[in-house]
């Protein structure tokens, strides 16, 4: 008879069991009796058994057979396990001399079709350290939403359940438990159910993490050096405020490689908190209140487009180039107003970039352009590109559906969108205020104002 593995069912300690079995299946301590064969004897399963749909039953120790699409369970995250060469069947190992604590040893789910850490001659770093290299972050826990729109995140797992909130199309919720085909998640301030047919979790959220999420270094000091080498004896790149959040390209030993407008550089890992960014849940309250904010943000941009408007008549642009060159007051006439902002902004492409500026003549940064420009609108704007990411209201379908005037960010980096593909933008210390293709590097978010 062949035998075949079962994985991550027992860790051995002196002559009695700690055994953990699938979700909803606990082995714990035998009092009498070893449920499981002695240390060094091997467990074995019929040809055609599924590890991974696999049990040992919590009252006569039984190995029997049930679905389970959450996957194998491990100890303390690593699957405790090893097999013989000469049969690859399970063998269960004694810890040597040492005492294990039942209630220190915890089951966690890693997901479908898990790959097995072995434990050999009794090895628990070598295991640990096998499925920290697979899943550092433990994105096997993660339940990521794959869906046209949203799925919706019910109090109860039936389709006859009140909707609490919405999982949109890639966004992460964490994983309670699995129950009749639907998920348990959290996710931001929502808990709840959603069908498991519309996610993906396990193995296959390790992997899908990875092109949802964003990995940020938020900058956690006052200004930040961007160096071309990871070294403070390279030269300096560019320069990042405090709370500025860019997308993380390698992370290495003391050094975080980073995007920024001058280019990609590096920054010591000790100035930076490192996360990966994913898109939560929405409850009902929280999507209501948002879209309130969002009509009296735009009717407030719209009073504050109309006071400029009649303003206008009666003045001129209140800066006026150093140089001979004289600038416009916005122009009101145009067909729309993000039109109207977008022809304003690009009147002053040449001007220099000054870190920290927000003069639309004399030096301004990415922020402060934007921030400025808008300004002459009436509308009030922060001084910071992270804070710009949250003005105004999304664009949903980031820049396939932007319009002129709509505010691009990017990894350290915000500009005015100005139609045709193309943004205007105080770029670096070297180009100034330019114009630029708008794809010419990722975005993070495009944000509407009126």
């Not at 810890?95 to 040893?105: K, R």
């Not at 790959?115 to 339940?143: C, I, R, T, Y």
């Not at 900058?219 to 959040?245: C, F, Y």
Request: glycine share 8%; charged share 20%; aromatic share 6%.
């Amino acid at each position: 008879m062949k035998r075949r593995v079962i994985a991550s069912l027992a860790v051995l300690v002196s002559s009695s069991v700690i055994a953990l079995g699938f979700e909803g299946h606990n082995l714990h301590a035998s009092d009498s009796t070893d449920v499981l064969p002695a240390a060094g004897a091997a467990l074995a399963l019929e040809e055609g058994a599924a590890p991974e749909d696999t049990y040992v039953d919590d009252e006569d120790g039984t190995i029997v057979s049930k679905p389970s699409t959450n996957g194998v369970q491990s100890v303390n995250s690593v699957s405790v396990a090893s097999t013989t060469e000469s049969d690859n069947s399970l063998v269960l190992d004694t810890i040597g001399t040492s005492t294990v604590n039942v209630a220190d040893i915890v089951a966690d789910p890693i997901g479908d079709g898990a790959d097995m850490a072995f434990l050999n001659n009794g090895n628990l770093e070598a295991a640990a350290k096998a499925q920290e290299e697979k899943d550092p972050e433990n994105f096997s826990h993660l339940v990521i939403a794959q869906v046209t729109n949203y799925v919706n995140v019910r109090d109860i797992p039936s389709e006859t359940g009140e909707v609490v909130g919405k999982l949109y199309d890639n966004s992460v919720g964490d994983f309670i438990e699995e129950e009749n085909g639907w998920y348990k998640i959290t996710s931001g301030n929502v808990t709840g159910y959603v069908k498991a047919e519309y996610c993906v979790t396990g193995d296959e959220a390790i992997e899908l993490a990875k092109k949802v999420g964003t990995r940020l270094a938020t900058v956690n000091t006052t200004t930040l050096k961007v160096r071309t080498e990871a070294s403070t004896d390279a030269q300096v790149l560019g320069l990042v405020p405090i709370e500025e959040d860019l997308v993380v390209l390698e992370e290495l030993d003391g050094w975080v490689k980073v995007s920024i407008e001058e280019g990609e550089g590096y920054v010591s890992s000790d100035y930076v908190t490192l996360s990966t960014d994913f898109v939560k849940a929405e409850s009902k309250a929280e999507e209501e209140a948002r879209l309130e904010a969002e009509r009296k943000a735009q009717r407030e941009a719209q009073e504050a487009y109309a006071a400029a408007k009649a303003k206008s008549k009666t003045s001129t642009s209140s800066e006026t180039a150093s140089s001979s060159k004289t600038y416009n007051a916005p122009s009101f006439s145009d067909s729309s107003m993000g039109n109207s902002v977008a022809n304003y902004a690009c009147q002053f492409v040449g001007n220099p970039y000054v870190y920290g500026g927000s003069s639309l003549t004399n030096g301004t940064d990415c922020s402060g352009f934007v921030m400025s420009v808008y300004s002459a609108y009436g509308v009030s704007l922060p001084h910071s590109s992270k804070a710009d990411r949250s003005v105004g209201y999304e664009v949903e379908g980031g820049l396939a559906n932007a319009q002129p005037g709509d505010i691009v960010c990017y990894s350290g980096h915000v500009a005015i969108y100005i139609g045709n593909g193309q943004i205007v933008h105080a770029s670096t210390a070297k180009t100034g205020i330019i114009i630029s293709n708008a794809s010419y590097k990722s975005t993070l978010a495009v944000r509407r104002i009126f």
